[in-house]
């Protein structure tokens, strides 16, 4: 299932935009920063994007003369939205590289949850559709 994604970058002060990237491996050769990670950027039209799939965004932070980037990891919603992964909390980009790495590698050795694109209203109504489950209140 596809969904339609438009990536907004953020930006702090300085005018310093953030960029994100759809991971479709990691290249773990010894390369660093966005080049130890295989995928296409996502840029500011509309993509045609698998639902689970995962997307790194680095985001600057603070002045640029105090600043720096962090890390955050976001799984494709079926509306299009960027879903933070659950467990994962923002890194910083320059410090914690490695942890970021090998969290992402292991997010690709997951299977994504079929799932995770629909709302819980959405599952609420298809169990009662089938008559699986009674909603509690």
């Keep these: 299932m596809q969904a339609r994604v438009v990536y907004e970058p953020k930006t702090a002060s ?4 953030s960029w994100a990237r759809l991971i479709t491996g990691v290249n773990d050769s010894g390369l660093k920063g966005s080049k ?3 995928g296409v950027y996502l840029r500011e039209y509309e993509q045609d994007v698998e639902v689970g799939s995962l997307v790194l ?4 932070v603070g002045s640029v003369k105090n600043g720096g980037q962090e890390a955050r990891l976001y799984r494709i919603a079926a509306d299009g939205s960027l879903a933070p992964v ?3 909390e923002p890194m910083d980009w320059s410090r914690n590289f ?3 790495r090998d969290t992402v590698a292991r997010l690709l050795g997951e299977a994504p949850n079929p ?3 629909f709302s819980d ?4 109504a298809e169990l009662e559709r089938r008559g699986s489950l ?3 209140a």
Excluded: S
């Design 14 to 17: 300085g005018k310093r935009a």
């Design 36 to 38: 130890a990670f295989e």
């Design 57 to 60: 965004e680095v985001v600057p």
């Design 86 to 88: 659950d467990g994962v």
């Design 98 to 100: 490695l942890t970021i």
């Design 115 to 117: 799932l995770a694109g």
């Design 121 to 124: 209203a959405e599952l609420w």
């Design 134 to 136: 009674a909603r509690e």
